[in-house]
């Protein structure tokens, strides 16, 4: 039985972030390092100028509330130093020096104010969303949440619960690790489940501040790739499994992969100073195989012909530009062109990871695709792992 997707609420970060502003701060930062002189044809070539945060970009390049002494404190190094022949004039200044270095932000420090502003973004999505599709949130007999970079417990689900609030009977499945999968992969479970009880009313809420892997002091490549990618957004939608007035794509089908062996591509770390987002270069290639698989799903799907039958809208978030060429070269020469428009579009200011799809599928939306339309969705996500369904505009 087929589900039924209402236009998707899309809230964007309110804090503009220019890409100017980012390359400032890690030349101010790192000199010195190796990439520092490609720094703008770096960012440049990211394509994107400007992103919005959640939190200001100060917030995320502050010194923490501590300094460099050990976290033992004063007392415990004056004694150390006296052990080691230091005298209380030397010492004094060795603990006045240790005291004014600033130290980075802790986790708490990082994540906190973060956690914070995840949850009201996603309640403001999760309102948008019912607005949108014409209900209470007395409706909603299921939530599915996702916000990946910001873990907490108990969750966005049981925030949005609260905060909407929502009925106590109501099921809500939080699936915190899904990150750039949440768009597709929700709504693969969402039509699973109103295809159980086509009665049933799923709204699904992601929130994600990715900008909380902004790390002002690695000085890697791959870090400085990440502090140019990523920005924050809530977004939400109702799933039903019935049509409603409101509904605007009908959703048929959906498909899974996930790659042996990769699990160590891309990966969250969590240190001392909050959040990192680790990226190796082998990473584009694994997920260009996941749309190798997702063609030949295609195809099985719809014959060996592709003129038979080919997607009008392509609503696809693969992580970079990159993987978006790869897409182009390898669709079948009889599809036409332009499929991957919004996608782009979307990319432009910033990955917006397990958000990504609702914000491309709402720019298709507003710029009027049409009724009839086939539309294939679909993202991967560290894993590796990728989700994509196939459906109808209505």
Request: aromatic content about 6%.
């Amino acid at each position: 039985m087929p589900a039924f997707l209402c236009p998707p609420a899309v809230i964007h970060g309110e804090h503009t972030v220019k890409t100017s502003e980012i390359v400032a701060e890690v030349h101010d930062r790192h000199p010195d390092a190796a990439w520092a002189p490609r720094a703008e044809s770096i960012a440049a070539g990211t394509g994107i100028e400007a992103r919005g945060w959640m939190l200001p970009l100060q917030s995320a390049v502050a010194p923490g509330r501590g300094n460099g002494l050990p976290a033992a404190g004063a007392g415990a190094a004056r004694a150390a130093l006296a052990r080691d022949g230091f005298t209380e004039q030397d010492a004094d200044r060795v603990i006045a020096a240790l005291e004014a270095i600033p130290a980075p932000q802790t986790v708490q420090e990082r994540t906190a104010p973060a956690w914070e502003a995840v949850q009201a973004y996603g309640e403001r999505a999760a309102r948008g969303a019912l607005q949108i599709a014409g209900l209470d949130a007395s409706d909603v007999d299921c939530v599915i949440t996702s916000n990946s970079t910001t873990p907490a417990l108990p969750g966005l689900d049981v925030s949005l619960a609260n905060r909407l609030p929502l009925r106590q009977d109501v099921l809500l499945l939080p699936a915190t690790q899904w990150a750039c999968i949440a768009g597709t992969r929700s709504l693969a479970l969402a039509a699973d489940l109103v295809a159980a009880d086509p009665d049933r009313v799923v709204l699904v809420v992601i929130s994600e501040a990715l900008s909380t892997t902004y790390q002002p002091a690695d000085d890697t490549l791959e870090s400085l790739i990440v502090r140019l990618l990523f920005a924050d957004t809530a977004v939400a939608a109702v799933v039903t499994g019935r049509p409603r007035p409101e509904s605007v794509l009908r959703l048929d089908s959906a498909w899974n992969h996930t790659l042996p062996g990769t699990q160590d591509l891309h990966r969250l770390d969590t240190r001392a100073d909050g959040t990192h987002f680790v990226m190796d270069r082998r990473g584009p290639r694994a997920v260009q195989e996941t749309v190798t698989a997702m063609w030949q799903w295609l195809q099985e799907r719809y014959g060996e012909h592709p003129e038979a039958w080919h997607p009008d809208v392509l609503l696809a978030h693969p992580g970079g530009t990159r993987v978006l060429e790869y897409m182009e070269q390898t669709m079948p020469e009889a599809w036409p062109s332009g499929l991957l428009k919004y996608s782009r579009d979307s990319y432009t200011s910033g990955n917006r990871g397990g958000a990504a799809v609702f914000d491309i599928m709402r720019r298709a939306h507003d710029a009027g695709q049409a009724a009839g339309s086939h539309a294939v969705l679909y993202a991967a996500a560290p894993g590796l792992t990728a989700t994509a369904l196939e459906g109808e505009w209505l």
